[in-house]
């Protein structure tokens, strides 16, 4: 069986949940910066007008299916996905995993001061954690050489990135290079949501592969963002008939 798929030029691996966090563990072991990037339908239709991305996806050293959506589609594909990993799951797993141990994390993104906020609570959640550093994701390019810096003097082993899409990942590929760190992680706005800015779907939505109406209901402005998932789904249907 094929460790990845293809949705719509994007590349998938094939894993669960438990293997994402132990592939990320074995990735903060070795000798360099590995990507995990966790695209979700909205992402895939951004790179079909967005090349730049779309090779930056390709080039993730982990790509998880963030989004029911992926799931469905790789069904349709006869390729089937063994289960959604959302960002925000694999954050708090990996987080849960680190406590006590002497890896560290930094966080970057979010609003100013939302950051601190979700770094205090992330340790407040898991005692023995080590958070050496937090930068909110409004810099500007005149700002960012001093966050480079600090992260080269802090050398966190998980650097977490929250800048939204396809900021964050083209941030992290332009740098990946050169960041002492062992994996960089493009997370949205999970950030916000560890901070408790944004409260995530109950449980019961989650499992059922509804968080996206769960969403829908508490910002009905996201209606434009929701239309993508049809969109894409129906590219994949069309592909699929090739």
Known sequence: MKERITVLGIPFDRITMDQT???????????RC??????????????????DFTEVLQCGDLVIPDG?????ASKIQKQPL???VAGYDTVQNVLEKLKDTSYTVYFLGAAPGVAEEAATKMKEKYPGLQ?????????????EPAILQEIHQLK???LLVGLGFPRQEKWIAAHQST?????????GGSIDGMAGKVKRAPVFFQKIGLEWLYRLVRQPSRW??????????????MENKK
């Not at 590995?34 to 090349?51: G, L, W």
């Not at 029911?68 to 469905?72: A, D, E, N, R």
């Not at 958070?131 to 700002?143: I, K, R």
């Not at 960041?179 to 992680?185: S, Y």
Request: glycine fraction near 6%; aromatic fraction near 12%; include cysteine.
């Open 224 to 237: 434009k963002r929701m239309l993508q998932l049809p969109l894409f789904l129906w590219y994949v249907l």
């Open 34 to 51: 590995r990507t995990v990037y966790t695209p979700n339908p909205e992402f895939v239709m951004a790179a079909k007008s967005d090349q």
């Open 156 to 158: 966190p082993d998980l």
């Open 68 to 72: 029911v959506g992926i799931v469905i």
């Open 179 to 187: 960041l002492p760190v062992k994996v960089c992680m493009g997370i």
């Open 21 to 31: 966090v132990d592939r990320i563990l074995q990735f903060m072991k070795g000798d």
């Open 131 to 143: 958070v050496v550093g937090t930068y909110h994701g409004y810099f500007t390019e005149e700002e």
């Open 82 to 84: 063994p289960e959604r």
